[in-house]
């Protein structure tokens, strides 16, 4: 009856536990509303058309109430009991046309079922969501405008109280099963994120006290030493530095795909290496994970630049600063820097490096970025891109 956004989620067991205080009290609602049509009834069969066939009625409603206090919630293998129930309910209302007569309904009469048979529509909308609540809602309202057949009988406020007051609960009953969903949904993940993130923690300190302290401890002997060891300690802190950004990010990483964001650290973090230094805060800074993956462009394009005009020999920094109205990131290097114009002077030969991958790219997140550089004193670009437009 409703898409799966709107549904309660397919587990081995026979129902979620978070759903099981709605589930009593749909349980107590039915037993209060049989008492109330039992007393309903035995004050009004000497007024029937049919009194025999009030009780009779009356005995089925008594009967379903045991079955469905004892059986809901349903099982795997009772999945057609919320539509017995709603079936029956219908036919115990459709009822009252025979046994009431005519005069006593337009003169205010209650239908046999009277709040029994809002149970039902209470039924669907928690066992499969809101829009399945306003389906039962409406299915039972038909019954009860049929049994008011002709409506010239009858004023407008007499038509629509119950049939309104079925949707409204059909709806309300049925987007609060939904919150807990969502509810028990988030806290699920919230654990698995947390597990995940202490075995991370656990795996990154036996990490460090091996691996990374033998990778570093080479690399500054093989510097040292020159030569051919030389490379070798060149290689061995790349390794390093690619093994700390791996190993180095928070659990926040773990948020990419919920809710469409990420970790811009993880992204910009993977950028360094024994030449790029990155310098990150210690809490996540989060993004749309698009907005992420441009970003991280621009900065790989931004340290492309540093390759290629400041020689493999210079040395680049990044700089994270997460502020509550914006992020902002600084690529800077240690290269020769350029003439102040000459960002002007390519884009005018067609050279629209700079201005296409890294300005361009965060003017289209709704940023702006700067890039400036003096002879000699190397060159810093900064990126800023606001929240609100990212």
Known sequence: MADDADRTPRTGRATPDYLMPLWRAVAVFRVAALVYAAITVSEDFPHYRHPVGGWIVLGVMTIWTVIAVLRYPPGPRARLLPAIDLSLTGLCLISTAWIETPARLAAGAPPMTVMWMGAAVLVWAVAHGRRAGLFAGAAIAACNLAIHVPWAHYSIAQLTFAPGLLLLCGAAVGHLARLAVEAQT??????????????????????????????????????????????????????????????????????EGVAGQTDL??????????????????TPVLMPAEVAHEISLAVRAALDNVQEHAGPEAHAWILIEDEPDAVTLTVRDDGPGFDPGRLEQAATLGRLGVAQSIVGRVRDLGGDATVQARPNEGTEAVLRIPRQSA
């Open 265 to 282: 650290r993880v992204p910009i973090t993977a950028l360094g290496t024994a030449a790029v230094t990155v310098a990150a805060p210690a």
């Open 186 to 255: 988030a806290i699920e993940r919230g654990a698995r994120v947390e597990a995940v993130a202490r075995e991370r923690e656990r795996l990154a300190r036996a990490v460090h006290d091996s691996v990374l302290q033998v990778l570093t401890r080479v690399a500054r002997q093989g510097l040292a030493a020159g030569g051919e060891a030389a490379e070798l300690g060149r290689l061995a802190g790349e390794q390093e530095a690619a093994l700390r950004a791996l190993i180095g990010t928070s659990t926040a990483d773990l948020t």
